[in-house]
Nanobody, 126 residues
Framework: VQLQASGGGSVQVGESLRISCTAS????????LGWFRQHPGMEREFVAG????????SYADSVKGRSTISRDSGSNTVHLQMNSLRPEDTAVYYC????????????????????WGPGTQVTVSS
């Protein structure tokens, strides 16, 4: 799978940002999609995920209530709308995809290196 992300950047505390990612690869597959993030010197952590049908979503407690993950109908493009951003949201955000389509595989973190996008920087300044 190939993953291409867009939308990262620098914002002020309290502002909003949307990051997007498109997965391409095997035809006819509805990938489960999601986002992880990594703070400097820390392990990557799950942020949000959505299953292949778009029926089920999951969020880390740290972003729940401030973020919304969605996917374009009939496509493998996912969006993460982040509101009320905080300095602790500053991180490199990685898009992930899994062809099995189940959200559990996203939450656990895909094992294949090709299931991770290159990362996009989000910086929140006070």
């Amino acid at each position: 799978v190939q993953l291409q992300a867009s939308g990262g950047g620098s914002v002020q505390v309290g502002e909003s940002l949307r990051i997007s990612c498109t997965a391409s690869g095997r035809r006819g597959i509805s990938y489960a999609l999601g986002w992880f993030r990594q703070h400097p010197g820390m392990e990557r952590e799950f942020v949000a995920g959505i299953d292949g049908r778009g029926d089920t979503t999951s969020y880390a407690d740290s972003v729940k209530g401030r973020s919304t993950i969605s996917r374009d109908s009939g496509s493998n493009t996912v969006h993460l709308q982040m509101n009320s951003l905080r300095p602790e949201d500053t991180a490199v955000y990685y898009c992930v995809a899994d062809p099995r389509g189940t959200i559990s595989t996203i939450i656990a973190g895909p094992r294949g290196p090709d299931q991770w996008g290159p990362g996009t920087q989000v910086t929140v300044s006070s």
